[in-house]
């Protein structure tokens, strides 16, 4: 079974803070992501990497930066917290596209708010 | 711009009866489509996908249709079950391994 992990299932931190959320996948996938999940407005990618040291920008990385120094590990770092950052976030992971399956595995999410 | 959309935030349902969940693409270059199950607290699992050289693909209880032309896919789960109150997301992609999500529906089965 596919497992992702995400260092914190729950975070506070203060406006202006530097935060970390950690994910790691145990599957050898290639491709990992970061998002963000808030109501109504469904998940929307922020920062996503094809291979070790490989980021692109998803949809909404302002304020967003990611680092990924090893196949299994994707940290999405917030340079200065602030308070429209508070939402849940959700790291995933996937093998590169196969025409037949394009699944996403999802790790549990890790619920941040910002005082 | 939305390019997936799910314009039902909620839907309940009996038990026993049939949950029909909709979703609306604008994007005519996505070539796969997905389904996913969230519970609360807990991260979206994959529930059942199409490719767009199908038009129905279905697994167990659940059943996805596309039409192409209409730019419209729909989950079908019969029976509806307790256990299947949760938000579902569907998701569509092309060319890449980029997944575009719709905003959720939260469906209710009502025992």
Known sequence: ???????????????????????VQD????????????????????????????????????????????????????ES????????YLCA???????TNDEQFFGPGTRLTVL | DQQ??????SLSVQEGRISILNCD???SMFDYFLWYKKYPAEGPTFLISI?????KNEDGRFTVFLNK?????????????PGDSAVYFCAASFGNEKLTFGTGTRLTIIP
């Open chain 1, 1 to 23: 079974d596919v497992k992702v992990t995400q260092s914190s299932r729950y975070l506070v931190k203060r406006t202006g803070e530097k935060v970390f959320l950690e994910c």
């Open chain 1, 27 to 78: 599957m050898d996938h290639e491709n990992m992501f970061w998002y963000r999940q808030d109501p109504g407005l469904g998940l929307r990618l922020i920062y996503f990497s094809y291979d070790v040291k490989m980021k692109e920008k998803g949809d909404i990385p302002e304020g967003y930066s990611v680092s990924r120094e090893k196949k299994e590990r994707f940290s999405l770092i917030l």
């Open chain 1, 81 to 88: 917290a602030s308070t429209n950052q508070t939402s849940m």
């Open chain 1, 93 to 99: 992971s996937s093998l590169p596209r196969d025409p």
């Open chain 2, 4 to 9: 997936v959309k799910q314009n039902s935030p």
């Open chain 2, 25 to 27: 693409y604008t994007n």
């Open chain 2, 51 to 55: 490719s767009s050289i199908k038009d």
């Open chain 2, 69 to 81: 032309s209409a730019k419209h896919l729909s989950l079908h789960i019969v029976p509806s079950q």
